[in-house]
């Protein structure tokens, strides 16, 4: 009997370690329900799935956690949103609303902002009292993708959208206006995911061209012997292009599991999926191929632990919470810089690059300073802390009466 109830604690801690595989249903039911959205006469019959207490239509939507991202879903060429329903249950079960529009026409721009226009809709709703998506959206975390013609016009949301945090198409297609000659312009987290084989969107001459033109922090994952309409439920068109050799279930799992895992990781920002979209367990895949160039992720915020106050000037011990980025192995360095106002116009001394939080600095000449800490990353992203302190140094001889007597911290925001 001991010995059972070993093996049972055992596996149950298994299962609660163990990492779950992006490419598999997430733990939210899945509800869905139909709307017809108009932007400036552009009338779109659009399908909206989201978490839920329990699977189907009008489900009531789970509120006992989020606030979940938006992600805007565009279809391809003359394709039909219904062709993607498993995409949508994908991401919805993994805590995303989806939103995905029937694109009334074919003008690649227009349709970028459609895709826009339905991320602010569903953003709109969730300040409505009463609807269901009432303060359960966060309206500071946007996602696009799309495939082909979608995927294409998802990339173009990013130039007219500035705040789109990642776009990741399937097979995104060229576009006009050109998004291969117009994609150095984003300001998003781009993230391409191709087929191998695609006789329609070769890689070559769509996915490459516009990686290569993507600025910074960008991926591109190609499936090994994909094809254009495999990432589709439906086989339909399969005609239109007869390349690749792998299933289509095959190619659906793959790329909805890097689809959810960059979503995972830059809309939810948890850096457990980072080896799933960058690191060791993408880079040991076989059936697939990562080029990335990711050196450029913003810091996260941190402050000054050590309190304002009055001190001698001989060891001067200066403590500091930790920045990171995204990505759980990146190094950060700092430099602690000393001034005599609070706007650092001057500075008095900057330590040496230093990895921990905390340094002792032997001593400064007497005198009223404040103080902040710069954090730096290999790629050049620089941001400092979010609070300085006030710090009055002492001749070390002078005898200090009372305690020091602490300063309110003041605070100013530096923009990444």
């Not at 059972?4 to 149950?12: C, P, R, S, Y």
């Not at 019959?45 to 207490?53: A, C, E, F, Q, V």
């Not at 993994?94 to 226009?117: K, M, N, W």
């Not at 600095?361 to 009223?368: K, T």
Request: proline content about 5%.
């Amino acid at each position: 009997m001991i010995k059972i109830l070993i093996v049972v604690l055992i596996l149950v801690q298994s299962c609660f370690y163990a990492q779950v595989d992006p490419g598999n249903r997430g733990s939210f039911a899945q509800g869905w329900y139909s709307e017809t959205i108009n932007r400036d006469g552009r009338s779109m019959n659009s399908r909206i799935y989201y978490p839920s207490m329990t699977d189907g239509e009008n489900a009531p939507t789970d509120t006992t956690q989020g606030p979940y991202p938006v992600v805007a879903f565009g279809h391809g060429f003359f394709m039909q949103t219904s062709y993607y329903i498993s995409l949508y249950r994908q991401l919805a079960s993994h805590g995303f609303i989806v939103i995905a529009p029937q694109f009334s026409d074919t003008q690649h721009g227009e349709l970028g902002r459609d895709l826009i226009f339905c991320i602010n809709h569903i953003v709109t709703m969730s300040k409505t009292p009463g609807n269901r998506f009432y303060s359960l959206v966060d309206s500071t975390k946007k996602g696009v993708s799309g495939h082909s013609m979608g995927g294409g016009a998802s990339l173009l949301a990013t130039i007219y959208d500035t705040t789109i945090t990642i776009a990741a198409p399937f097979a995104a297609a060229e576009t006009t206006p050109s998004i291969i000659s117009t994609i150095n312009g984003t300001k998003s987290y781009i993230y391409l995911i191709s087929a191998q084989n695609d006789g329609i969107t070769p890689p070559a001459t769509t996915q490459i061209p516009m990686y290569n033109n993507t600025p910074r922090n960008k991926g591109l994952l190609t499936i090994k012997g994909g094809n254009h309409t495999k990432f589709m439920d439906t086989a339909i068109w399969d005609w239109t292009d007869a390349n690749g050799y792998i299933n289509r279930n095959n190619q659906i799992y793959l790329s909805q599991k890097y689809l959810t895992a960059a979503f995972k990781l830059f809309l939810y920002e948890d850096n457990n999926y980072w080896k799933f979209v960058f690191g060791d367990s993408v880079s040991t895949d076989t059936s697939i191929i990562l080029e990335s160039s990711i050196n450029q992720l913003p810091l996260y915020s941190f402050m000054i632990k050590t309190s304002s106050g009055t001190i001698a000037n001989n060891n001067i011990e200066i403590k500091w919470e930790k920045s990171k980025t995204l990505n759980p192995n990146e190094q950060v360095k700092y430099v602690v810089e000393f001034g005599f106002d609070s706007t650092f116009s001057s500075l008095f001394y900057a330590s040496d690059e230093v990895t921990d939080t905390l340094i002792t600095i032997d001593s400064l000449p007497p005198a009223n300073y404040f103080c902040r800490i710069l954090a730096k990353t290999q790629g050049g992203v620089e941001k400092f802390s979010d609070n300085f302190i006030n710090l009055i140094l002492t001749s070390p001889t002078e005898v200090v009466d009372e305690a020091p007597v602490p300063i309110d911290f003041y605070y100013f925001r530096h923009l990444s």
